[in-house]
């Protein structure tokens, strides 16, 4: 039996005020909700939805995390997408990169296939499991305070952070981004590259 209770943070508030002056803040985002969310905030060349490669959004946003140091790089996904990847969290640990941060959206459902509950909602604590990896800012998030404070730690810049905010296990209208992963992909590296690296 799910063990949510009381009011919770609404996933796509939560996301708009993530976003809000986001400035050159590149963003992944993870299969599912998660990405419906990032473009209900706004489509924007800087964001990188994924359609597919469940588990991987968080070891992606390393990635481009170590390949643009002088990039903040924000990964927002989903509790099931992330405990299929939670491996990648003792990858993130050992290499500590300054400017990475997570963000699940953790709503104790896996909203793409029947809204079944996940291991969250039985007590699994996956900001405990960052913590215990090694990712020292590691955080529960769960009022509107401690959202504004998690976006003041995503543009400072000052390690790698890790943030579970408890949502809403609500069904929104799907807010789609573009379908077609060439042109995802090229308007991403034209727009973080310039575009002469788009098709290369």
Same mark, same amino acid.
């Given at each position: 039996?799910s063990?949510? *209770?009381?009011?919770?943070?609404?996933?796509?508030?939560?996301v708009?005020?993530?976003?809000?002056?986001r400035g050159?803040?590149?963003?992944?985002?993870?299969?599912g909700?998660?990405t419906?969310? !990032? *473009? #209900?905030?706004? #489509? %924007?060349?800087?964001?990188f939805?994924?359609?597919?490669?469940?588990?991987?959004?968080?070891? !992606?946003? /390393?990635?481009l995390? /170590? =390949?643009?140091?002088?990039?903040?790089?924000?990964?927002?996904?989903? #509790?099931g997408?992330?405990?299929?990847? *939670?491996?990648?969290?003792?990858?993130?640990?050992?290499?500590?990169?300054?400017?990475?941060?997570?963000?699940?959206l #953790?709503?104790?459902?896996y909203?793409?296939?029947?809204?079944? $509950?996940?291991?969250t @909602?039985?007590g699994v604590d996956?900001a405990?499991?960052?913590? @215990? =990896?090694?990712? =020292?800012h590691s955080?529960?998030?769960?009022?509107?305070? $401690?959202?504004?404070?998690?976006?003041?730690r995503?543009? &400072?810049?000052?390690?790698?952070?890790?943030?579970?905010?408890? !949502?809403d @296990?609500e069904r +929104?209208?799907?807010?789609?981004?573009?379908?077609?992963?060439?042109? +995802?992909?090229?308007?991403?590296?034209?727009?973080?590259?310039?575009p002469? &690296?788009? %098709?290369?």
């Open positions: 039996m063990k949510q *209770t009381g009011r919770r943070l609404h996933r796509r508030e939560v708009k005020q993530l976003l809000a002056g050159g803040l590149l963003v992944v985002g993870g299969l909700a998660p419906w969310d !990032i *473009t #209900d905030a706004g #489509d %924007h060349e800087l964001n939805p994924l359609w597919g490669a469940m588990g991987g959004a968080a070891m !992606i946003g /390393l990635g995390a /170590l =390949a643009q140091p002088k990039k903040k790089v924000l990964v927002i996904t989903g #509790d997408e992330m405990l299929m990847g *939670t491996g990648a969290l003792a990858t993130i640990a050992v290499q500590r990169p300054r400017n990475l941060s997570i963000v699940v #953790d709503n104790e459902r909203g793409e296939t029947g809204m079944q $509950e996940t291991h @909602a039985h996956l405990g499991m960052a913590k @215990a =990896a090694g990712i =020292a955080y529960s998030v769960r009022t509107g305070a $401690e959202v504004l404070q998690l976006k003041q995503i543009h &400072a810049g000052a390690g790698t952070v890790f943030a579970q905010v408890k !949502i @296990a +929104l209208p799907l807010v789609l981004p573009p379908r077609d992963g060439a042109l +995802l992909k090229n308007r991403f590296r034209a727009a973080l590259l310039g002469q &690296a788009a %098709h290369q």
